[in-house]
């Protein structure tokens, strides 16, 4: 059994540590920065753990692909996996601690006017304050309740929010966190009664356009929407013409349409917008990346027994 780890951002803990479970399980385990270094001899693996399209898209004998990140939609073409059994697993689990400190934290930012303040003081501007909105009594809707959307729930309850209404496709999250959970078909009834949407979603053809100019219109004046999902999920012009038109009190967008954002994009100078370019997950916190190859070791000691892997991907539904 081969093991190919593809990771430049993990630490010697956690090169030790997926060198003891491998060697106790019996199998080789070989570690690369990126797919050029994989030599032809190592295209032969079983399975990979990180990003070797290379491999993925030429090896019939790769049985299991473990990606270290949560959204999988860039690898889901047809054709990519040369072995169409291939498990595909990921990383989702991992990435709501700190999505979630960036969701509140973009709240909090918009919503007590702190990138105003935080301009200002820089100009040396010492100016009076001005009406501010809280998250205690906010009517919080979060579109997506996996694992990122309710981590950010149970953060949020905390400031004592009017109430928290998940929607996602099934309309089932036992979470108690959450005031009701309902499917999306019950999106437009809800987003008249949102003061912050917040958004989580992965990439598939059912959440492509779910923000549309329309359902935007049904937000009420002066809430506020965050995306830490995909950016395909938003109609992005209409978002920029809702913001200048003071619809919408703000918005905070961790992810577009096309990344990097244009420089020629009217979303760089669009008033009252938070732009991170993608920041809000990634390998970099020190939770996040022991939670990463916690979970890969999980898995591969479930691979090797023979038993059913944990966070398996269904291809089809693209989660």
């Known amino acids: 059994m081969k093991i190919l780890v593809i990771n430049n951002l993990i630490e ?14 019996g199998a080789e385990v070989h570690f690369y920065n990126n797919d050029g270094e994989i030599p032809q001899s190592d295209f032969d693996a079983d399975i990979i753990y990180g990003f070797a399209p290379s491999i993925v898209n030429t090896s019939k004998n790769l049985k299991w692909l473990c990606v270290p990140w949560a959204g999988v939609d860039s690898i889901l073409k047809p054709g990519y996996f040369a072995n169409e059994d291939c498990i595909l697993t990921n990383a989702a689990g991992a990435y709501g601690v700190s999505i979630a400190e960036h969701m ?3 709240a909090l930012v918009m919503m007590r006017r702190l990138n105003e303040f935080f301009k200002e003081t820089q100009e040396g501007k010492w100016l009076s304050p001005r009406p501010q909105k809280s998250l205690k009594d906010c009517r919080i ?12 729930a149970i953060r949020a309850r905390a400031f004592e929010p009017e109430n928290i ?8 999250n036992t979470n108690k966190v959450y005031d009701k959970v309902l499917p999306v078909t019950e999106l437009d009834s809800i987003l008249p009664q949102t003061d912050l949407l917040a958004m989580s979603l992965p990439s598939t053809p ?11 219109s049904l937000l009420p004046h002066g809430s506020y929407v965050i ?5 395909s999920a938003i109609d992005e012009k209409a978002l920029a013409e809702n913001l200048e038109n003071e619809h919408l009190a703000g918005a905070a967008l961790d992810v577009f349409q096309t990344e990097p954002l244009p420089q020629d994009s009217l979303l760089w100078h669009t008033k009252n917008l938070l732009i991170t370019p993608h920041v809000a ?3 970099t916190l020190e939770y996040t990346k022991d939670k990463n190859v916690e979970m890969f070791l999980e898995d591969l000691k479930n691979f090797i027994q023979q038993k059913p892997l944990r966070y398996v991907v269904d291809k089809k539904l693209g989660y």
């Open 227 to 231: 995306n830490v999902g995909r950016g």
């Open 165 to 172: 209404i998940g929607i996602c496709r099934s309309g089932k």
């Open 104 to 106: 509140i934290a973009t």
């Open 12 to 25: 010697q803990k956690h090169i030790d540590l997926i060198k003891s479970q491998a060697s106790s399980l």
């Open 206 to 216: 059912e959440t492509a356009g779910i923000l549309s100019r329309e359902r935007q």
């Open 141 to 152: 809707t979060v579109l997506g309740t996996g694992d990122i959307g309710t981590t950010f």
């Open 281 to 283: 997950g990634n390998m």
